[in-house]
């Protein structure tokens, strides 16, 4: 299993997650871990429960009273260099490790995936493809990234979903 589930802050805002197992067996729980530069993540969102040891990773220009009240209820912060409001994912690679998460399994949305694949830090990647419309125009699954830097190992059938296995290239 994972150590961690890490996502960004824009998923918690739309989708508030509570990024745990459910649907198997487990006999521990991941940490939830949410990248947000500029402390947006609401203090109730469900990931944030002082059980499950939240971690919270926001850039040095963080409102510092936010910061206060998210240790308050418990979040483990972490203060990382964000210039123009972007931390990389080599700083936060290391920021988890020193937090003994080295097993982390990113389940952000396009902008998260993007960078941790710009930046070569995946060692494989998962997709689900599912007969639906998810909205009235196109979204690029990987902002900014342009050609996926990975190739495609494998897929299966997952019911009326289509599973894709992912490697890097090397």
Do not use: H, W
Not at 56 to 76: D, F, H, M, N, T
Not at 133 to 145: D, K, Q, Y
Request: hydrophobic fraction near 40%; charge should be positive.
């Amino acid at each position: 299993g994972s150590d961690a589930v890490l996502v960004g802050v824009s998923t918690v805002v739309q989708d508030d997650p509570r990024l745990d197992v459910r649907l198997v067996p487990s006999a521990r729980q991941p940490r939830p871990v949410v990248v947000d530069p500029r402390l947006r993540v609401p203090s109730q969102a469900r990931c944030l429960r002082k059980d499950r040891r939240p971690v919270v990773i926001c850039g040095e220009g963080a409102s510092p009273a936010g910061l206060r009240k998210l240790e308050a209820q418990g979040v483990q912060v972490v203060v990382l260099p964000a210039p123009k409001g972007r931390i990389f994912f080599r700083d936060i690679s290391r920021s988890l490790l020193n937090l003994d998460l080295g097993r982390v399994l990113v389940e952000g949305g396009g902008r998260t995936a993007a960078g941790l694949l710009a930046e070569g830090l995946a060692d494989r990647m998962t997709l689900f493809l599912v007969p639906e419309t998810l909205g009235s125009r196109g979204v690029p699954a990987f902002p900014g990234l342009g050609r996926l830097p990975m190739r495609l190992r494998g897929g299966r059938s997952c019911g009326p979903d289509v599973e894709l296995d992912y490697r890097p290239y090397n």
